[in-house]
């Protein structure tokens, strides 16, 4: 696989902006921690990309086997330590109105094992998906 490139450059005093391939995501810290709010901070776009990543993988997989898929959801949990700073478990709930209905826990299963951010943060955190 070839290497995955995005570029993140500051835009202010507290806020940066990430590009990738020309799409554009803005990072901030809120007002408390003495940022903008412009944008999410990085633990929350972690989760972010983490829920995309997943949401791709199960909207190809629900393609490629001709199943009807709508109205799916990944929210998404991470909880937090403090010392130092990080994940210490990601927990995902995905719903969705499938058809047939019986198909969704395969498809979770499928996007599960295909998103390379969980790939990834499972070798770091304790990681766990769930249809709900």
Known sequence: MAAI??????IS????????RGHELVMDRPDAKGGHNQGMMGGEAILNGLGGCF???LLAA??????????????IEGEAADSP????AIRMYV???????EELNKLVTIADRGCIA?????????LSSKVI
């Open 5 to 10: 490139k995005v570029f993140v450059e500051q």
């Open 13 to 20: 005093d507290s806020t940066s902006k990430g590009n990738a």
């Open 55 to 57: 949401m791709s993988n």
């Open 62 to 75: 629900a393609k490629a086997r001709n199943i009807e898929l709508n109205n799916a959801r990944v929210d």
């Open 85 to 88: 700073s990080r994940f210490t």
């Open 95 to 101: 719903s969705a109105q499938c058809n047939p209905p």
């Open 118 to 126: 969980a790939n990834t943060l499972r070798l770091a955190v304790e």
